[in-house]
């Protein structure tokens, strides 16, 4: 469905992205993952036919996007950071609108958009004025104007930001549901949405593709180990120095010290993750320590692209 080849993008001396080379298959749901000023919203932007390449191609369905984009441009939505809304116009009114500047007859639109509205959860909302609607619900209007026209690729610039909990659940519930019938790529910062969202990874720093792949494959290339959380009664520092003697674990630290118990964040070696798991509770029981829980630790993609882009240290 896509494929980038040699990606480069200049601002006069400034280099925004380098050397991008990737594909993405057809009804994939694949996400951008970098910090502030790692290129993501750039690279989007080229993919989406809005900005130009200083070198490299992007191919759509075989279509180059650079010499030939009005071949494509139909068939790419784009939702950008900030939905480019008309706020002072009903949602319905705006959504015919959009979809009569990408060329739709003005029959099909009417007869797309009860569809469009109830998947982007804005069913009886078609006569509310967008201006009056919350964030949440305008980034949801953003999504369908880039739905509108039936576009065989959705390009989603941030489309979390900004939003609170039971949004941002809402709003993974929205893509997900989008994968299959359209290819979908966002972008973000927020690495648990994009674990729960995508299918692939594609892990941006410093303007250059550092890794590519579904959480695990990732994992598997830089060698991370199964990382754990353990929380312990007793000298927190003691179990500690105890833990890393021994040979499965990898890395191991104190996380939090607490009142009543202490949690300890260790990276196993991984051949046999149960198995090490009961010799770690083993030791730590015949060392006199007590153990209330032991777990996957949470945020381990975030571990990883700390990691991967050199902004974080050891575990």
Sequence with gaps: MIEVSGLTKYYGETRAISDLSFTIDRGEIAGFLGLNGAGKSTALKILAGFLLPTAGSVRIDGVNVVAEPERVRNQIGFLPEEPPLYKE?????FLTYLGRLRGMPGSMVKERLPDVLART???GRADQVIETMSLGYRKRVGIAQAIIHDPALVILDEPVSGLDPLQRVEMRKLIQALGGNHTVLISSHNLTEVEETCDQLLILGHGELVAQGSEDEI???VGSGERMEIDVYGDAE???AMLGELDVVQQVRVAEVGEVFSQIDLVLLGADVHAEARWV???LIGDGFGLSRIAPAKGELEDLFLKITG????A
């Design 89 to 93: 116009m009903t949602v319905g009114r």
């Design 121 to 123: 959860g804005l069913e």
């Design 238 to 240: 003691a179990a500690v």
């Design 311 to 314: 902004k974080g240290g050891a």
């Design 219 to 221: 994992n598997a290339q």
């Design 281 to 283: 509770v083993n030791a």
